[in-house]
Nanobody, 115 residues
């Protein structure tokens, strides 16, 4: 089992920045990678970025060049978000991939971008 706890959400003006953190505990060594997702009201959850143990990253086109995923050890993953837009208001989730699927999820952190 892997437990994930996100933090760092909040209210920010359009064009501003936030850094989200995700602290993992449990059998983190068994995971393939860690990812960040978001879900806005009335919309499907979408993947934003992913990072594996070797540091290889993936970004959705919608955030490429503005968001950066990183990790400083086996337990903590970050998402630096710059140039935020009002339409990016959503709940942001951290997830861990195990055997090819994101099976472990955090509780989410609210990000609100005001215009």
């Amino acid at each position: 089992q892997v437990q994930l706890v996100e933090s760092g959400g909040g209210l920010v003006q359009a064009g501003g920045s936030l850094r989200l953190s995700c602290v993992a505990s449990g059998r983190t060594f068994s995971t393939d990678s860690m990812g960040w997702f978001r879900q806005a009201p009335g919309k499907e959850r979408e993947i934003l970025a992913d990072i594996n143990w070797s540091g290889t990253t993936y970004y959705a086109d919608s955030v490429k060049g503005r968001f950066t995923i990183s990790r400083d050890n086996a337990k903590t993953v970050y998402l630096q978000m710059n140039s935020l837009k009002p339409e990016e208001t959503a709940i942001y989730y951290c997830a861990a991939k195990y055997r090819g699927a994101y099976v472990y999820w955090g509780q989410g952190t609210q990000v609100t971008v005001s215009s």
